[in-house]
C-alpha cells in the first residue's frame, strides 16, 4: 500500500506531464488546474507516507523503509544456476528513510506552491510549461528516494532537463545563456561524479569477491572501510565532490547560481533553490560521509574552509546587489555555507542542524523567491533604486516579506534560527574543525541581518516609489496580495513558524537514522586511521588492563564516541 | 510546573496572546479598543506578577527551593537536552513585577498619546499594530526575566531586539525612522555576534547552556584546570575571552561604548516606545544579562566589563550638556545611567546595579512619558529651545518630571539613611567602586565573611560582605575558593563616575529648567501647550513609585538573589553597613568617605544649572562661543558616527564591492573561460580535427575501400573459370604458407 503511494507520488506527476502536454489547445486553460489538483495529490500522498516516520524512528535495525519497491530493472550478465555471474545489476529500488523523508515532504510541499504561484505569472506555451513542471517532480522525488545509486544518478540528471526548458524558454532576458550555463556546468561536475560512482560499484564487487556488480545503497554504504584504501577514498570522494560541490553551490563553484536563479521564472527559482540545491547536500550526506569517511574526514577541513568562505562571500555579495532576486539568489551560497559546515563538523548536532538547515532554507528562501515574484508581477522591476515604501501599498504583502525575512537572517522563534545556532555550535565543537569557524561562520549572522534588512527596508519603507505605469493589474492581480496568493504563502509562513518552535518535529525521527548510518562509519573511520597511524597513542588514551584494547576493542570504544572529557584519538 | 512558575509562564503567555488577536483581528477592533485590549493583558499580568510576588514573599527558604521544578526539553544538540525553565529566584521576580509594572502604566499612557497621532498612512490605521509590537515586545521582555538557560535569553534577547526594530520603525514611512530601526537592529547583531560566540564557547566548553549547569561546570572546570582556564588566545584566557564575548551581547543591547550609537537614533520611535523599550526595560537587559553571567566572569573579564562601563557613563554624560532635544538628553542620560550599572558589574556592586536598574526603570519610563507629554502637549515640538516655562501650562508634568530630576541626580540626605532610590543605588555603587580601589589602603579588610541566614535564596550560597572584620573562625573557605585578594583597581575607575555623578544634576536640571521653568522662549508652542489626563495618570503612579516603592521593596529582593561568585567578588555594600553598625572592625566605611566627595554632587549640579539658565540661554550660548573646540566636539557627539561612517561603513562598503566584482569578473570568468576553451578544443577538434582528420580518415577509409573495391572488381567479371583460378591459387598460397609455418 505504501509502496504503491510512493510510487505514484513519484510518477504521476509525469503522467499528468503527459496529459496536460496534449491537452487540445482550446482545453488550455484546464493545465493550471490540472497540475495544481496533481501536486495536491502528491502532497497528500507525502503526508500520507510521513505518518509511518516515527515508526520508523523506533526501528532498531535501521534498515527499515517507508513504501519501499524493489524490482531489477537492467540485467545484463550470465545467467547461471546459482544466479547472475559476470555482470551488472540496475534495480528500480525506492523508498523512504529517515534522510530522504524530510526532503520529500519539502518538496511535495513546495510543487503545488510554485505551480499555483505561476498562475498569472506564465501566459504563453502554458501547456508546455506546466508539463515540464510536472517533469520536474517526478526527478525531485525520485532522487530523495532512489535507493540505487544508479537510480539516483539517473533522477540526478534528470532533473536538468526540465529546469533546463524552464529556465531557457520562460526565463528573464538572459535565459539563454543562463540555461546553458546551468546545465553545463552542474553536467560537467555530475559527470566526473559519475565516474566516482561507478569506479566505487565496481570496487564493491571486488571487495566482496562477487562477480556481480550491483549498486544498492545499503551496500556501498556499509563497504568494509579497511579495504579501500585512504588514498582511493581520499579520490573518491574528490569526485563525488565534483558533482555535490556544484550543485550545493559551494565556494568558488557558485556562479552558476545566480545567473540560473535569477532569470528562472519564480517557480523555477523557488523549486531551484529549496529543492535542487539540497541534491548536492543530500548528495554528500547520503554518499561522500558513509561511502568515503576516510575521504570525508581527509578533506572535512577543506570543506569547512569552504563553507566558511561561501558563508562570508556570498554575504557580501549579497550587500552589493541591486537586483532583489540576485540578491537572494546569493544569500543561498551563504545558507548553504551553514549547512555544510555543520554537516563536515561530523558531530551528531551538527549533521541533525544541516538537515534541519536543508528544510528551513528550502522553506524561508523559498518563500522570499514568492514573494519577490509577486512584486515582480505588478512592478515589473527587481531593482532596489526603483522600489521603496511598498508597506503603503501592501501591507499584507510586507508582513509575509518581514517574516519570511527575518526566518532567514535567524530570528529565534523561527525556523532559520534553530539550524543556524546549532550549526554553528556544532563548528565550535567539533574536533575535526574548531571553534574558529564557529567565529568565522557567525559573520554570517552579522551579515546576514544587515543584508536582509536592508533589502527589505528599501523595497517596503521609506518613501512610496513606483516605477511609471505600475502597479501592472491586467492579470487579475490586486495591489495588495489576492487570497490566492495569501493562500501559497501563509502554509510556508506557519511551517516558519511551527519548526522555529518546535524544531523536534525535524530532528528527533533524524536522530538515530544519523548515528546510525554515518557517524557510526566516521567514527570507524575514525578509529581505523588511529590505529594505523598511532598505535602508540591509541594505546596511551587507553591503557588498558587484562587484555583489552585489541584492535576490535578499540573500534567498539571509538564507534560509540570518545567520552567527554578523555580526549579522542586526533 | 509548581504554582509559582504557573503564575509567571501564564504571566509571559497572556501579552504574547494580546500579540497574536490584536496581529490577527486588531483592525476591527479599532483604534482605542485595540489599545484597551493590550493593557488589559498586560495588566492582568502585572496582577499575576504582584501575587507571585507576595507569595514568594512569604514562602520559607525551603518552599522556595521546592518551588522549583524540572524543566522542559526542548530539543537535542547532540546527545545533550537543551532545556528550557523558569529561573525561579528573587531576582526573577522583582524583574517581573517591574517589567509588568512599568509596561501598565506606559500602555495606559500610549493610548492617550496615540489617540492624538494620526496613524492612517493611506487610509489604513497602524493604531492595532502598535500595541501589537508592544506586547511583543512585553511578551520577550517577560521571557528574557524568566529564562533559566543563556540559549532561551538569548531567544527572548533577539525577539526583543526585533520588536525594537519593528517599535524604531513604526513610522515606517519616514526615511530616518526606517534608517534609525536598521541602525538599531544591526548594532545589536554586532553585540550579538560576540554574544553568539560566547554561547559557543559554553557549550564547547562548558557543555551546558543551562545557566546553573553552565556556572558549575566552570567550577569544576577550574578546579580540573580545563582547557578553558589553561589555553590563552593573545595572552588572555579562553575564560576570561568567553566572559568578554557574552557580555558583547550586552554592549549592543545596553548601548555601552562602542556600540551606544543606535541609542539617540532610536528616539525616532513613537515616545511611548522610548520609555519603555529604550529606557525603562530593553536597555536594562543587558545589565540583567550581565548579572546573570556574573559567575562566569573571570577577574580580567569582570575588569573588562568596568572600563566599559567607566567610558560609557562618561561620555554620554558629557555629550547630554550640549544636546537640545528633549528626547536625546533623555537617550544620552540613559546611556549614562546603564554605564553607571554596567561599571557596578565591573566594580563587583553586583546588588547596587541592579537596585539602580530597578530604580532607574522607574524614573527613567517617567521622565520618557514627562516628555511625551511635552511633545504632545507642543504639537511635537523636541527642541527645548523653543519651550520654556511650561509648568503652568502642564504643571503635573513638571512635577512629577521633578521627581525624577531628583532621583536621577541622587538627591538624598547624605549620612542620613534618606533619599530617593538612585540615591542608595548610586551611592553604593560609587561607595564599591571606592572599596576597590581605596578599602584594602584604608584598612578595610577584604575578606570571605558568611551571613549566616541572609541568603534566603534556595540554591544559593551566600552574599559576599567586603568590609567584614577579620576573624578567621569566620572566614568560611568553599571547596575551591580561590583569589581571596581581588586586586586593587585603577582610581579612575572611581574617579571619573564621581566627576560624573555632579554631570548628571547638571543636565537634568538644565533639561527640565530649560523645558518647564523661566519665561517661554517660543510664543506659539506655548500657547498651544496643554495636557492630558490619560497621560498624566500613569505619571504620577510612576512618581510615587519613585518615591516610595524603590528602597525599601527592591533592595532586599536584589540582595536576596545575589549569587556566590566563584572568581569574582560580590560585594554588599549594605552588609557592610550592617558590620559596621554592630561594631565591626572597620576603619572607614566607604560611605562615610563618600559624603565628602558626592554626597552633594545633586545640590552642586543643580545650583551650576540653575545659575546658567535661569535666565535663558544667552549665557550658556556665551559660553558655549568661549569654548568653541569642546562644544563642536561635544554636539558632533565625539564624531562617532562619522568615525563609524567612514571606518565600517566605507570599508565594507569597498570589500563588498571588491568581493563582487571578484565574483563576477574572476571566478565566474574562470568558469566562462573554460567554457570558452572547451569551446575552442572542441572547435580545433570539430573542424581541423574531426572533419579534416577524423573524418578526413573516415573518408579516406571510405574512398580506399572505394578504390580497393573498383580494384578488386576488375577481376570478378563472371566467368567461373577465373574463380577456380583465384580459389586454387588462394588455397595453393595459404598451404604454402601453413607448411612454411
Given at each position: 500500500m505504501a509502496a504503491l503511494a510512493l510510487n505514484l507520488l513519484i510518477f504521476l506527476p509525469l503522467l499528468a506531464a503527459v496529459v496536460v502536454w496534449t491537452l487540445p489547445e482550446r482545453r488550455q486553460a484546464l493545465a493550471p488546474q490540472l497540475s495544481l489538483a496533481v501536486s495536491l495529490v502528491g502532497l497528500a500522498l507525502a503526508a500520507l507516507l510521513l505518518v509511518g516516520l516515527p515508526g520508523l524512528a523506533r526501528?532498531?535495525?535501521?534498515a527499515a523503509l517507508i513504501g519501499e519497491a524493489r524490482a531489477e530493472w537492467i540485467v545484463v550478465g550470465e545467467r547461471a544456476a546459482g544466479g547472475l555471474r559476470d555482470g551488472v545489476i540496475l534495480r528500480y529500488h525506492v523508498g523512504l528513510d529517515a534522510l530522504s523523508a524530510p526532503l520529500i515532504a519539502l518538496t511535495a510541499l513546495l510543487v503545488p506552491l510554485s505551480v499555483a504561484c505561476s498562475f498569472t505569472a506564465v501566459r504563453h506555451r502554458v501547456r508546455e510549461y506546466y508539463a515540464w513542471l510536472l517533469v520536474l517532480t517526478t526527478g525531485m522525488l525520485g532522487v530523495f528516494a532512489a535507493r540505487d545509486v544508479l537510480l539516483f544518478y539517473i533522477f540526478f540528471e534528470f532533473t536538468l532537463v526540465p529546469l533546463y526548458f524552464l529556465i531557457g524558454i520562460w526565463?528573464?532576458?538572459?535565459r539563454r545563456y543562463a540555461a546553458s550555463k546551468f546545465f553545463l556546468y552542474t553536467f560537467a561536475g555530475s559527470v566526473i561524479t559519475f565516474a566516482g560512482l561507478l569506479y566505487l560499484g565496481i570496487r564493491a564487487a571486488q571487495i566482496d569477491g562477487l562477480s556481480v556488480i550491483d549498486f544498492d545503497l545499503v551496500r556501498l554504504s556499509t563497504l568494509?572501510?579497511?579495504?579501500?584504501?585512504t588514498t582511493e577514498q581520499s579520490l573518491l570522494f574528490a569526485a563525488l565532490f565534483c558533482g555535490f560541490a556544484i550543485k550545493v553551490p559551494l565556494f568558488p563553484l557558485h556562479t552558476w547560481l545566480p545567473l540560473a536563479h535569477t532569470e528562472a521564472p519564480t517557480a523555477g527559482s523557488v523549486l531551484l533553490a529549496a529543492v535542487l540545491l539540497k541534491l548536492g547536500t543530500y548528495g554528500f550526506l547520503r554518499f561522500s560521509l558513509p561511502m568515503v569517511p576516510h575521504g570525508a574526514l581527509a578533506w572535512a577541513q577543506v570543506m569547512g574552509v569552504l563553507a566558511v568562505l561561501g558563508i562570508i562571500w556570498g554575504a557580501l555579495c549579497c550587500w552589493v546587489q541591486r537586483d532583489v532576486k540576485k540578491l537572494v539568489a546569493y544569500s543561498s551560497v551563504s545558507h548553504l555555507g551553514f549547512c555544510m559546515l555543520g554537516m563536515f563538523s561530523l558531530l551528531p548536532v551538527g549533521l541533525s542542524g544541516s538537515v534541519l538547515y536543508m528544510v528551513n532554507h528550502g522553506l524561508s528562501t523559498g518563500a522570499l523567491f514568492l514573494v519577490v515574484g509577486m512584486i515582480y508581477e505588478r512592478y515589473h522591476t527587481r531593482d532596489l533604486d526603483q522600489l521603496g515604501g511598498l508597506a503603503r501599498q501592501m501591507p499584507v504583502l510586507a508582513s509575509f516579506f518581514v517574516l519570511f525575512v527575518l526566518s532567514s537572517i535567524g530570528?529565534?522563534?523561527?525556523?532559520g534560527f534553530v539550524s543556524e545556532i546549532t550549526v554553528l555550535l556544532a563548528a565550535f565543537n567539533s574536533?575535526?574543525?574548531g571553534p574558529w569557524y564557529g567565529v568565522l561562520g557567525a559573520t554570517g549572522i552579522l551579515l546576514g541581518a544587515v543584508y536582509m534588512l536592508y533589502a527589505a527596508g528599501k523595497v517596503l519603507f521609506g518613501p512610496l516609489k513606483e516605477p511609471?505605469?505600475?502597479?501592472?493589474?491586467?492579470?487579475?492581480?490586486?495591489?495588495d496580495l489576492t487570497g490566492r496568493e495569501i493562500a501559497i504563502l501563509a502554509p510556508l509562513a506557519v511551517l516558519v513558524v511551527v519548526l522555529g518552535v518546535a524544531p523536534r518535529l525535524v530532528t528527533d525521527p533524524l536522530d538515530g537514522a544519523l548515528q546510525s548510518q554515518i557517524l557510526d562509519r566516521v567514527h570507524e573511520a575514525r578509529a581505523a586511521s588511529a590505529i594505523q597511524h598511532h598505535p602508540a597513542y591509541a594505546a596511551e588514551v587507553h591503557?588498558?588492563?587484562?587484555?583489552?584494547?585489541s584492535e576490535e576493542w578499540y573500534t567498539t570504544a571509538l564507534f560509540i564516541g570518545p567520552e567527554p572529557g578523555e580526549g579522542g584519538p586526533p | 510546573m509548581s504554582q509559582l512558575e504557573v503564575l509567571l509562564v501564564i504571566g509571559v503567555l497572556i501579552p504574547l496572546a494580546s500579540f497574536v488577536l490584536l496581529a490577527f483581528v486588531g483592525a476591527r477592533l479599532g483604534k482605542p479598543a485595540a489599545g484597551w485590549v493590550a493593557v488589559l493583558a498586560i495588566a492582568a499580568s502585572t496582577v499575576l506578577a504582584t501575587m507571585a510576588l507576595l507569595q514568594w514573599h512569604g514562602m520559607t527558604p525551603d518552599q522556595r527551593l521546592a518551588a522549583h521544578s524540572a524543566p522542559l526539553v526542548w530539543a537535542h544538540l547532540g546527545a545533550v537536552p537543551i532545556t528550557f525553565g523558569v529561573n525561579l529566584d528573587s531576582l526573577t521576580l522583582i524583574m517581573f513585577f517591574m517589567v509588568t509594572f512599568v509596561s501598565t502604566c506606559i500602555f495606559v499612557f500610549s493610548v492617550g498619546y496615540m489617540a492624538?497621532?494620526?496613524?492612517?498612512i493611506d487610509g489604513v490605521s497602524k493604531f492595532h499594530r502598535f500595541f501589537a509590537y508592544l506586547s511583543l515586545f512585553c511578551f520577550s521582555m517577560l521571557l528574557l526575566v524568566i529564562a533559566d538557560s543563556l540559549l532561551l535569553l538569548f531567544i527572548a534577547w533577539e525577539l526583543v531586539g526585533l520588536c525594537s526594530y519593528l517599535l524604531i520603525g513604526?513610522?515606517?514611512?519616514?526615511k530616518s525612522a526606517s534608517n534609525a530601526a536598521i541602525k538599531a537592529f544591526v548594532t545589536n547583531r554586532v553585540g550579538d555576534f560576540g554574544f553568539i560566540i560566547g554561547l559557543g564557547m559554553v557549550f564547547a566548553?562548558?557543555?551546558?547552556?543551562?545557566l546553573a549547569g553552565a556556572a558549575q561546570a566552570f567550577r569544576d572546570g577550574y578546579a580540573q584546570q580545563s582547557a578553558l582556564f589553561t589555553q590563552h588566545l593573545l595572552g588572555v584566557s579562553l575564560a576570561t575571552w568567553m566572559g568578554m564575548l557574552l557580555f558583547c551581547g550586552a554592549i549592543g543591547k545596553s548601548a555601552?561604548?562602542?556600540?551606544?550609537?543606535w541609542l539617540p537614533d532610536?528616539?525616532?520611535?513613537p515616545t511611548p516606545v522610548s520609555a519603555l523599550i529604550?529606557?525603562?526595560?530593553m536597555v536594562a537587559a543587558g545589565v540583567y544579562l550581565t548579572a546573570r553571567i556574573f559567575v562566569l566572569l573571570t577577574p580580567e573579564a569582570q575588569l573588562f566589563v568596568a572600563v566599559i562601563g567607566c567610558i560609557t557613563l562618561s561620555i554620554a554624560a558629557l555629550v547630554a550638556?550640549?544636546?537640545?532635544?528633549i528626547k536625546r538628553v533623555l537617550a544620552y542620560s540613559t546611556i549614562s545611567q546603564l554605564g553607571y550599572m554596567i561599571l557596578g558589574m565591573g566594580v563587583g556592586a553586583w546588588i547596587a546595579a541592579l537596585f539602580h536598574l530597578l530604580t532607574h526603570a522607574f524614573f527613567k519610563a517617567l521622565m520618557f512619558l514627562g516628555s511625551g507629554q511635552v511633545i504632545e502637549g507642543c504639537h511635537h515640538?523636541?527642541?527645548?529651545?523653543?519651550?520654556?516655562?511650561l509648568c503652568r501650562k502642564m504643571p503635573v508634568t513638571c512635577w512629577t518630571f521633578l521627581v525624577g530630576v531628583l532621583a536621577i541626580a541622587g538627591a538624598g540626605i547624605p549620612?542620613?539613611?534618606?533619599?530617593?532610590g538612585g540615591y542608595f543605588s548610586k551611592d553604593e555603587i560609587l561607595a564599591v567602586a571606592w572599596h576597590r580601589v581605596y578599602g584594602a589602603a584604608h584598612g578595610g579588610h577584604v575578606g570571605t565573611w558568611e551571613r549566616?541566614?541572609?541568603?534566603?535564596?534556595?540554591d544559593t550560597r551566600v552574599v559576599l560582605a567586603s568590609y567584614?572584620?577579620?576573624?578567621p573562625g569566620e572566614q568560611v573557605v568553599h571547596?575551591?575558593?580561590?583569589?581571596?585578594e581581588p586586586r586593587t583597581l585603577n582610581p579612575l575607575l572611581f574617579w571619573i563616575p564621581v566627576l560624573i555623578a555632579y554631570v548628571t544634576p547638571f543636565y537634568m536640571m538644565r533639561c527640565w529648567w530649560l523645558t518647564f521653568?523661566?519665561?517661554?522662549?517660543?510664543e506659539h508652542v506655548y500657547a498651544h501647550a496643554h495636557e492630558s489626563k490619560l497621560m498624566y495618570l500613569p505619571l504620577v503612579v510612576l512618581a510615587a513609585g519613585t518615591l516610595f516603592a524603590s528602597y525599601y521593596l527592591f533592595r532586599p529582593m536584589v540582595a536576596a538573589a545575589a549569587p556566590q561568585p566563584f572568581l569574582t567578588w560580590a560585594y554588599d555594600g549594605e552588609a557592610a553597613e550592617a558590620a559596621h553598625a554592630q561594631?565591626?572592625?572597620?576603619?572607614?566605611?566607604a560611605h562615610r568617605a563618600l559624603v565628602p566627595i558626592v554626597g552633594f554632587a545633586f545640590v552642586a549640579g543643580f545650583l551650576a544649572a540653575w545659575l546658567l539658565y535661569r535666565r535663558g540661554l544667552t549665557l550658556a550660548e556665551r559660553l558655549a562661543q568661549t569654548l568653541r573646540p569642546l562644544h563642536t566636539l561635544l554636539v558632533h557627539k565625539f564624531y562617532f558616527d562619522e568615525l563609524y561612517g567612514l571606518v565600517l561603513v566605507g570599508g565594507t562598503m569597498l570589500v563588498k564591492a571588491i568581493c563582487y566584482a571578484f565574483d563576477k569578473y574572476v571566478i565566474d570568468g574562470l568558469v566562462n573561460l573554460s567554457a570558452r576553451v572547451t569551446e575552442r578544443v572542441s572547435r580545433f577538434s570539430g573542424v581541423?580535427?574531426?572533419?579534416?582528420a577524423v573524418d578526413g580518415a573516415v573518408n579516406a577509409v571510405g574512398r580506399g575501400t572505394w578504390e580497393l573495391g573498383g580494384l578488386v572488381r576488375r577481376?570478378?567479371?563472371?566467368r567461373v573459370r577465373n574463380y577456380i583460378l583465384f580459389a586454387t591459387g588462394g588455397v595453393a598460397v595459404l598451404v604454402l604458407w601453413l607448411v612454411l609455418a
Open positions: 526501528d532498531e535495525s535501521g526565463g528573464g532576458p538572459e568494509s572501510l579497511t579495504q579501500l584504501s530570528l529565534p522563534g523561527l525556523n574536533d575535526v574543525l511609471p505605469g505600475t502597479p501592472d493589474l491586467s492579470a487579475g492581480l490586486r495591489r591503557p588498558l588492563p587484562d587484555g583489552r584494547g | 492624538g497621532h494620526s496613524d492612517e513604526y513610522y515606517f514611512h519616514k566548553y562548558l557543555g551546558d547552556l543551562s555601552q561604548f562602542p556600540l551606544h550609537v532610536a528616539m525616532e520611535g529604550h529606557a525603562a526595560t550638556i550640549v544636546q537640545t532635544d515640538e523636541q527642541d527645548m529651545r523653543k519651550m520654556g516655562g549620612a542620613a539613611h534618606f533619599g530617593l549566616g541566614n541572609v541568603g534566603t535564596e534556595p567584614a572584620q577579620h576573624d571547596p575551591g575558593h580561590l583569589n581571596p521653568m523661566g519665561r517661554p522662549r517660543d561594631g565591626a572592625l572597620i576603619d572607614h566605611g581541423v580535427l574531426d572533419q579534416g577481376p570478378q567479371v563472371g
